[in-house]
């Protein structure tokens, strides 16, 4: 049920009706596609409603740091990608062999989550999900009669005017049907890979009918609210086509104000000219340092001082140069601006975090929307063109290192879109719009299910 507080008016002694809802939002994957919702859950909380976050146990700590309720949705993505098998798949790039990978171990996982799911929304009044954890959200929906809102953080409705982020870019030039069939497509491999599993957790789980052969992006519970987007407007213009939609701005989950960055750091940074960023995210590599030596030669060619973050992404060396720097995790949004371009794989945040800095921006894409992010870099002028990982040599990094650095019409692209970012307030917004319809009463109408 929604809480309903009255709250006496501090100016005319009257009364005001403040709704608080108990709200549950479902994150599923690697840190990237988890801590925009993180950001979110903390813009509800901080805005009266109680917020609960269900992901993946390697996060607990994440969601607990930022005072939302951590539920659990067993699972370790770190631990899934250093499997060496994964490893192989991922370096390959090839996203068909990757999503069945990952469909087989969703199908072994998909009843725990339900379990897990279950307990999670005991009491909600709404359910929050993106792509990874769409199928749970509308299966619970249907369970427990939940509004579910749809937020993503990448396209994922159809439209004619860009193709689906799994699709080369160059077949907008087909025409607009062949882009908004490319979304269908993308939204058919994502829901085959997770048939069987859901199947499974409606059946032994949750005692619901099996989902549609093709998937239940028609479900009733997909139609009722307007979709979020936790999207720059000035990275992804709204498509005329997309309907009830709103792209609010990116969901950026900045550092805590007590943190301090190590004294190592600081000392490197103020001891000679900005460096360049290299770090790979949450990718992995088979042999860590072959590719530390392949990103050592790019910028021992450049003449650039770096900082390589290690991590996820493998990267090791022992015996670097006064030049660069090795270090673990340290917050984007605190280092970005303090640096000449950023190297990356390309993840919708890591992006996000450079775009918003400023900077220009080299993408290195290993799979998925990847590619897709590192084109529209290119596209809007602010980095150089991508380079895939398969395709990644010492001479091609440092030819985009030096062109990033030394571009001034780049710069001045980068400078411009980071201000227009950095004017945007993305949970803001998508909380607005959350708390407008809550208002209008839309999450409490008596055909949409909610308690």
Request: aromatic residues 8%; proline residues 6%; neutral net charge.
């Amino acid at each position: 049920m929604i809480i309903h507080i009255l709250q006496a008016s501090p100016t005319a002694g009257t009364e005001k009706r403040v709704s608080l809802m108990r709200i549950l939002i479902i994150a599923m994957g690697s840190r990237g596609d988890v801590q925009p919702y993180v950001a979110l859950g903390k813009g509800l909380k901080a805005a009266g409603h109680s917020v609960r976050l269900a992901t993946h146990e390697n996060f607990e700590l994440l969601v607990n740091s930022h005072g939302l309720e951590f539920y659990l949705l067993k699972g370790n993505v770190q631990a899934f990608l250093e499997d060496p098998e994964n490893r192989q798949l991922l370096e390959s790039g090839n996203f068909l062999a990757i999503n069945a990978r990952a469909a087989k171990a969703s199908q072994r996982a998909a009843i725990d989550w339900a379990e897990g799911g279950l307990v999670a929304s005991r009491g909600v009044d709404l359910l929050v999900a993106g792509v990874g954890g769409l199928f749970l959200g509308v299966a619970l929906a249907e369970k427990l009669k939940i509004p579910l809102l749809q937020a993503y953080i990448f396209p994922f409705t159809p439209t004619r005017a860009f193709p689906a982020v799994l699709f080369p870019q160059s077949i907008s030039n087909l025409g607009g049907a062949v882009n908004r069939l490319s979304h269908h497509v993308f939204r058919q491999i994502m829901w085959q890979g997770s048939r069987t599993g859901d199947r499974l957790a409606r059946q032994q789980v949750l005692d619901l009918p099996t989902a549609p052969k093709w998937g239940a992006y028609h479900s009733v519970h997909l139609q009722r609210y307007p979709i979020l987007y936790g999207l720059s407007p000035s990275v992804i213009a709204q498509p005329s086509d997309w309907q009830n939609t709103h792209i609010t701005g990116y969901w950026f989950l900045d550092e805590s104000p007590d943190w301090t960055p190590p004294l190592a750091l600081l000392e490197f940074l103020q001891s000679g000219s900005p460096p360049v960023f290299i770090g790979f995210g949450s990718m992995v590599n088979r042999n860590p340092e072959e590719t530390a030596d392949l990103v050592l030669q790019a910028i021992a060619l450049t003449g650039q001082r770096a900082i390589l973050q290690s991590g996820w992404s493998g990267l090791s060396k022992g015996n670097l140069p006064d030049t660069v720097l090795m270090v673990d995790a340290i917050p984007h949004s605190w280092l970005f601006p303090r640096v000449a371009a950023v190297v990356h794989h390309g993840g919708v945040g890591t992006t996000s975090a450079g775009l918003r800095a400023g900077i220009p921006t080299i993408v290195i894409p290993f799979f998925g929307d990847q590619p897709f992010w590192g084109q529209r870099v290119a596209e809007l002028g602010v980095g150089t063109d991508p380079i895939p990982r398969k395709q990644l040599t010492a001479e091609r990094l440092a030819e985009a290192i030096h062109k990033a650095v030394s571009d001034r019409a780049m710069h001045q692209r980068s400078t411009d879109l980071g201000a227009r970012i950095q004017a945007e307030d993305g949970v803001a917004n998508a909380v607005a719009v959350i708390s407008e319809l809550e208002k209008r009463g839309a999450f409490c109408d008596k055909n949409s299910g909610g308690n």
